[in-house]
């Protein structure tokens, strides 16, 4: 739509920044500046393939460090092939921004680009356009065929189980907003890094594969989630709401209430939720005790349909919703 | 970022517009609702991934008709795997819109849709976010192993050919902009109709496999493109000007310096641009003869590097650029 021209072009851009050699064995045959790249997947596996945007001001305040939007812009789409049980493999990139800065785009892509080498992610294709920030990922990656953790595998009676400590993002996100007092600011400074960085539960999600009967992963808070899980696998869920798991950090920086709401209901945790027969759970406790992740039942899969909560023994019901895209 | 709710969430909005059953055959194990889509890839191929994002105001008019945005997502990236020899099979949809517009969202599935049953390809997975329109998609398809097209395959004596013809898509645009006098309504009506419903050259591509040696798909006009392909192949190219194909519609429609400035430069026309053997050019033509498309020789391939221009036996410099989504 128009035909001038800049000195650093779409082409040159991508190349620039995002253009690496890949690693042997990563399976690139063709990786970015041909129409499309060409991958092996490996024989005998399936492929799994997700996609989630970011939006400026919607899943990341404006002025956000631009290394912690590349980080996160890969790590949500990590986070659900984690939610799989898949080896990451390759992913695409698909860039808006509202002009071309120097200084973000280096630091974005340092971003990217180290999560993706910590999980062997390629970068293999890409597209940058002008507009407001907007990041859009794909990653593809693949589990031996029939191995995946889907969604719709729970049983009446597996437990309900999440790696890690809920809540911790949501607060972080809410002291970028509102700065803490100073006696809290070591423990506000740990959350706010905790929604800066997240980190994708991709080892365990591997680790989870034949022992774990369903999974997926906390992008939208528990109380947005859990109704998702347990209906794709048919059943209704039991929270336990006092075992949900508390970070240090968050017990030391908000009164338990507050942590409450937010450990049910502030999304952006990246944690995996799973389904695990009782006979099963001390292997996989076993697994995320291998990779220092804590891991914690908090409730139960039972016949029947929707969600039900208890605190203390009695009926609880949650006041705060999860995250919705179009709240 | 917000625990607030709307009557019609993210989850439901996908799946209402865009979740259908997949045919039998179509490598679906799991498509929308999961973490992620869970695919077969046929045993002894490769996998052929791309992704493009299309702005409102920069890739298509304010105002164009939901259904040609639609189209138009999906078919800058079968035109990639065009451009590949790829079969495509599934595509992922990152849409970010300002508001949920119901009128909107039915015809913009219409378009995305139709074109997708008419490649046989899955919708399997979708994300969707407020902001400024913006959509991403990326498509996925497989070809036998070893047999892709690639940019860097074509050898010096090696005609250039392309299909179809050039410059329509840009003079469309032209017209959505400035309405044509009286005389030409019925020829810029088809123009506009070659911009708003690209039509990308999916079986041709399949078919050209084993007969052309390179490929590219002309998304930035051939002024932007033909230099990428020729350098990617470490070769010079030569392009005599007035061999360049235009339309019936576009010759009815306007003078013949503007056709061919468009037909250089305007891009938007989803081509495919080749290189192939001279002794191999009439298989070629079988097979863009035996899917009714058009193809010409517009020029050659030769040692060297950079691409000249002749017109009528003499040198010729392009005065427009290729499209840049950066100008």
Not at 76 to 96: E, F, I, R, Y
Not at 130 to 152: E, W
Not at 182 to 210: C, N, S
Not at 238 to 254: D, F, G, I, K, T
């Amino acid at each position: 739509m128009s035909s001038g021209g800049s000195d650093l072009g779409e082409f040159e851009l991508i190349r620039r920044f995002f253009q690496r050699p890949c690693a042997p064995g990563a399976g690139v045959i063709l990786g970015i500046g041909d129409d499309a790249a060409l991958l092996e997947v490996p024989p005998g596996t399936q492929l799994v393939a997700a996609v989630d945007t970011i939006v400026e001001g919607r899943h990341f305040p404006e002025k956000t460090d631009a290394r912690s939007v590349g980080h996160r812009a890969l790590a949500v789409n990590l986070s659900d092939l984690a939610a799989m049980g898949a080896t990451p493999a390759w992913a695409t990139l698909a860039l808006t921004m509202p002009s071309v800065d120097i200084d973000w785009l280096e630091s974005f892509a340092a971003g990217l680009l180290e999560l993706a080498d910590a999980h062997g992610v390629a970068l293999v294709g890409g597209d940058t356009t002008r507009g407001p920030l907007t990041i859009s990922v794909q990653v593809m990656g693949h589990v031996p065929r029939g191995t995946a953790l889907r969604r719709d595998g729970a049983r009446a009676g597996d437990l309900l189980a999440v790696t890690g400590t809920l809540g911790d993002a949501g607060a972080g996100l809410a002291f970028v907003k509102t700065p803490p007092p100073p006696e809290t600011r070591l423990a506000a400074l740990e959350l706010i890094r905790r929604f800066d960085y997240p980190a994708p539960r991709v080892q365990f999600g591997l680790a989870a594969r034949g022992i774990a009967t369903a999974a997926m992963d906390l992008s939208d808070g528990l109380v947005g989630d859990l109704p998702k899980l347990a209906q794709a696998s048919g059943l209704a869920a039991h929270v336990v709401v006092e075992r949900l798991p508390l970070s240090e950090a968050m017990r030391a920086a908000v009164p338990g209430p507050q942590a409450r709401d937010w450990a049910l209901a502030a999304g952006d945790d990246y944690e995996l939720l799973l389904a695990v027969p009782a006979p099963r759970y001390t292997d996989l406790r076993a697994a995320a005790d291998q990779l220092n992740l804590t891991l914690c039942v908090i409730g139960e899969f039972r016949e029947g349909n929707g969600v039900t909560w208890s605190l203390n023994g009695g009926d609880f019901v949650p006041s705060a919703r999860g995250w919705d895209h179009f709240a």
